[in-house]
C-alpha cells in the first residue's frame, strides 16, 4: 500500500485577506526574501479568492 504524500509548509498565514492578515503577510515576504531566512515556503489562505488575490498584488 502507498502512503500519502502531503505537502509540508513552513508558515500558513489564515485570513491573509483580512487588514492584519494584509500586513503580515508584506512582514513575511520580507523576511522570506531576507539572504539568511530559513523559509523557503509560505501559504496564504482566506475565504474569499478575489480579495486573497487582491491583497497579494
Do not use: H
Not at 494584509?22 to 480579495?51: D, W
Amino acid at each position: 500500500m502507498t502512503e500519502l504524500q502531503l505537502p509540508t509548509y513552513d508558515i500558513i498565514i489564515f485570513r491573509a485577506s483580512g487588514f492584519t492578515g494584509k500586513y503580515v503577510v508584506e512582514e513575511a515576504l520580507k523576511f522570506l526574501n531576507s539572504p539568511n531566512s530559513p523559509l523557503e515556503t509560505l501559504v496564504f489562505a482566506g475565504r474569499n479568492s478575489s480579495k486573497l488575490t487582491e491583497s497579494l498584488k
